[in-house]
């Protein structure tokens, strides 16, 4: 995995940003994690936005709740293929179904468009699937787990019923690069470099202000927002966003459970079924995800 994490910032890089290549590379981020047993999978494309996703159904679980997922790829790259297996993995966990949802990417696509495609596949489970809100919980990784929460904050700004809960691997919320674990784990993190992670928040931020509160999760007002399950690695450059993203939804009064796993790296997670660390922080946020969930 490691060989995978510095080939993908090689092209994150903002003097040689190639965004073909580092999309390419990935798609082989699937490959780090075990294939999960018992799942079916279904390719739909959801109403309101045409966009593509991928349905984990795991075997004897429950159609009737779902997780809402947002994949990581610093807004630029990943799809529903990349993460399948990980999020079958948590689904199977959850007992839950997941859709994992192909949001529309930078450059081509700027903030807001991946959250108003995010909201539209939550409005598509809601109205449409029939889904109640409090058996849905938004998860995602790295800029899906910013996903998670901007897209709560927009569905609370529409006065939209909010999800049950929000689970965020290695969020990337500070789109400031602020976090002195930037400086403190440079060293340590082979795939967030500092110079690569500059040149792709322009990338996704576009024109927009770095003080839009969709976009400044760390100050922005979370007050309304379900629990959140939140989890980094400390070995990684983004350690401080998880851990001051914690602390704006504490102060907001939000129930948050943090996990800080050592030595582990970025989006560790997609070793689900490879990696004892990868499946233990599946099975905490799975036990989170259950515990809020209506049933």
Known sequence: MTDLYVKLNTYLRADCLDTDLYRILMEELGSVGAEPTDVIYEEVKCPGTCRPAIWCKPLSTSPSRVILYFHGGAFIGGSPSSHRKMVAHLAKRVGAHALIIDYRRAPDHQFPKQIEDAVAAYKWLINDKGISSKAIAFAGDSAGGNLSVSTSLAARNLGLDLPAAI???????????????????????????LEAIQGVVDTY?????????????????????????????????????????????????????????????????????????????LSQAADFIRSKMAK
């Open 205 to 281: 931020v576009g024109n927009a202000s770095l003080d839009d509160p969709l976009l400044d999760l760390i100050h922005t007002d979370l007050k309304g927002l379900p629990p959140m399950y939140l989890t980094a690695g400390t070995a990684e450059v983004l350690q401080d966003d998880v851990v001051m993203l914690a602390e704006n939804a504490r102060s907001a009064g939000i129930e948050v459970q943090l996990e800080l796993v050592e030595d582990m790296q970025h989006v560790w997670v997609c070793m689900a079924g490879n990696a004892p660390e990868a499946d233990k922080t």
């Open 167 to 193: 689970v965020a691997f290695s969020p990337w919320v500070d789109m400031r690069l602020s976090g002195e674990s930037f400086k403190t784990n440079a060293d340590r993190d082979v795939l967030v470099l």
